[in-house]
């Protein structure tokens, strides 16, 4: 994600350049195999036939913030999602090199589409919305719908490429409340209650691999869970060289851990370092570091597995009830303050250097990720 915090759509000036050609003197197909080592901040930033191309879908996208919003609650406190009951999600994507937010095209609606965040009979309760990034895809696979129940039968999947959505196999048992992560391109539902708790479903565990073809798609059933006891809350099962790391309670609350070992098919103990300072929302960068948000102090840390403890990267107020991280690109995005906030922080730099994306207005964040941007085929 090539965000730099400020907006880049500055005037440009083609003066020099009033022919069009993207680089004067040489064929089209050659300029865009020079101009494709550029940062597209540049690219952006020096013509319009260089901006045009960075669009085209013949460029190679770079990359975007994607995001979960619902409706914001107005200031008479008439909270707007009873307007909209069936479903109060929409889904954007945030160009950094422009700074706009655009609409993602509508998901299917047959069936119809009914994912809520904050249920329109009790105003307090937060009902949570389970999304990934996949193989450069987004899927959303689990949330609740207005009469409590589990809102998909299947995985709902965004593919950037395409600008289109599609449905992955259908799930044995629909559930929400579960632990779903990633690792190497398949995704991993464990745990979960459906309309009722079933303890089976409670200590299962499935995946779906986006690597095969998708005549062959379908869920695997793996090592079960000893125990129900992650179906309680909504978890992040992160992906970490080669296994999948959660726990099963948010927060600085008693919690336990447990480590899915994704070659041997085997749960683990978590180990006491890295259970200890989980303390708010955790992603893995390229599943090889995790970070974690304290939703208290505002600390963002890495784990260091030779040590099995927490290196603090940065502490800032910013980051204080963090809800949500996403990982990629060298940047940690936060959700924080009821998703009023969308924080990012550069890991990359010493020392990291942060700022605010701000969310469109009347709406709050429920998740972000970070995804190659939307290709047009008509760009």
Not at 25 to 36: F, Y
Not at 240 to 248: A, E, P, Q, S
Not at 328 to 343: Q, Y
Request: include cysteine; aromatic fraction near 8%.
């Amino acid at each position: 994600m090539e965000t730099t915090g400020g907006s880049t759509n500055d005037p440009i000036d083609d003066n020099e350049n009033r022919s069009g050609a993207l680089l004067p003197g040489l064929p089209d197909d050659i300029a865009q195999r020079c101009l494709t080592c550029l940062s597209p901040s540049l690219i952006f930033s020096v013509c319009h036939p260089w901006r045009r191309l960075l669009y085209s879908p013949s460029f190679p996208p770079f990359f975007s913030l994607y995001a979960l919003f619902y409706p914001h609650q107005n200031p008479t406190g008439r909270n707007l999602v009873q307007a909209v009951p069936q479903n109060s999600i929409q889904f954007l994507s945030f160009d950094p090199l422009s700074s706009s937010w655009t609409p993602l095209p509508t998901p299917p609606q047959n069936p119809p589409l009914h994912l809520l965040h904050r249920h329109p009979s009790f105003l307090s309760r937060i009902l949570p919305i389970q999304s990934l990034t996949v193989s450069n895809q987004l899927v959303i696979i689990a949330a609740t719908t207005h009469n409590l129940f589990p809102a998909l039968s299947s995985p709902l999947v965004f593919h950037p490429e395409s600008s289109s959505w599609f449905y992955g196999p259908q799930i044995s048992s629909p559930r929400r409340w579960c632990a779903t992560g990633s690792a190497h391109g398949v995704v991993y539902m464990a745990s979960g209650v459906g309309s009722h708790y079933k303890g089976d479903v409670a200590r299962s565990l499935e995946q779906w691999d986006l690597n095969k073809k998708r005549e062959n798609w379908g869920w695997e059933n793996k090592a079960r869970l000893k125990d129900g006891r992650f179906s309680r809350e909504a978890v992040e099962a992160v992906g970490y060289r080669g296994k999948l790391c959660m726990v099963n309670i948010k927060g600085k609350a008693l919690k336990e851990g447990a480590v899915y070992d994704v070659g041997l098919d085997k749960w683990e103990e978590m180990p006491p370092g890295m259970v200890a300072g989980w303390n708010g929302p955790a992603a893995a960068m390229d599943e090889d570091v995790i970070y974690v948000i304290d939703e208290v102090k505002g600390s963002l840390s890495r784990y260091d597995g030779e040590r099995d403890c927490w290196v603090e990267v940065v502490e800032l107020e910013q980051l204080k009830r963090a809800e949500q991280i996403a990982a990629g690109r060298g940047k940690i995005c936060a959700v924080s303050a009821n998703g009023e906030r969308i924080i990012v922080v550069d890991v990359r730099e010493n020392p990291a250097r942060s700022w605010e994306v701000a969310p469109p207005r009347g709406l709050a964040a429920v998740a972000v990720h970070v995804l190659p941007r939307m290709i047009s085929r008509q760009s």
